[in-house]
């Protein structure tokens, strides 16, 4: 079900700091793979997808429920429609937790089905973050981060279903979810914004 109108994306309101610090590592994380095809779900504001389609020589096709956004495919990530093993990777930043957490692992088994080799996608992470960080001249800079439990009750606000750190979603049952459906290489929250997770997984090949 469609959230929100295409207003909602307007750089005023959408655009902060600590957003364009994730985006860097959407694409570091999408690059790393070296795809030769990329779905993006969720077009959202279309940075991503600009910066493939402009200054790459990779396959991008965007899929999204809201036709207003304009993707190349309008369908739900729970079922698309599209042939197995379409992508080589197939990616959704801050997308998943727009479904109830009951269709989760349905989005997961579809993402891996439509996939070629990876899945990538980043999920909202609440918890108060400590962070450092300290740069002397002549020297690397130090910074390291620290999320600070504090499981309140998620409650609905329109949006997201579900936030990793919330009571009854913890981070380990978000990576039991995971490992059913591909082998995780890696997951991490940048340092530039410790709201976004984000989870780097391998499809298992039958």
């Not at 620290?146 to 009571?167: A, Q, T």
């Not at 981070?171 to 591909?182: A, V």
Request: charged share 25%.
């Amino acid at each position: 079900m469609k959230q929100v109108n295409k207003e909602h994306y307007d750089f005023s309101r959408y655009s902060y700091p600590d957003r364009w610090g994730s985006y860097f590592y959407q694409l570091k994380e999408v690059l790393d793979t070296k795809p030769s095809s990329i779905l993006e779900v969720g077009v959202g504001d279309k940075v991503f997808g600009s910066f493939i389609k402009n200054n790459t020589d990779i396959s991008y096709k965007s899929l999204d429920i809201a036709s207003d956004l304009n993707p190349d495919i309008v369908a739900p990530i729970t079922e698309t429609g599209l042939p197995p093993e379409s992508f080589d990777v197939i990616c959704a930043f801050e997308v998943l937790e727009h479904i109830p957490f009951d269709q989760f692992e349905t989005a997961l088994k579809e993402m891996s089905r439509i996939s070629k080799k990876h899945i990538i996608i980043s999920l909202p992470h609440f918890a108060p973050p400590i962070q450092f960080l300290l740069k002397i001249p002549l020297l690397p800079k130090i910074c390291f981060a620290l999320k600070v439990p504090f499981p309140k009750k998620h409650i609905w606000n329109g949006e997201h279903y579900f936030e990793i750190g919330k009571k009854d979603y913890p981070l380990n049952r978000i990576i039991e979810s995971i490992k059913k459906f591909g082998t995780l290489e890696k997951h991490f929250v940048p340092f530039e914004n410790q709201y976004h997770h984000f989870f780097i997984i391998r499809k298992k090949h039958d």
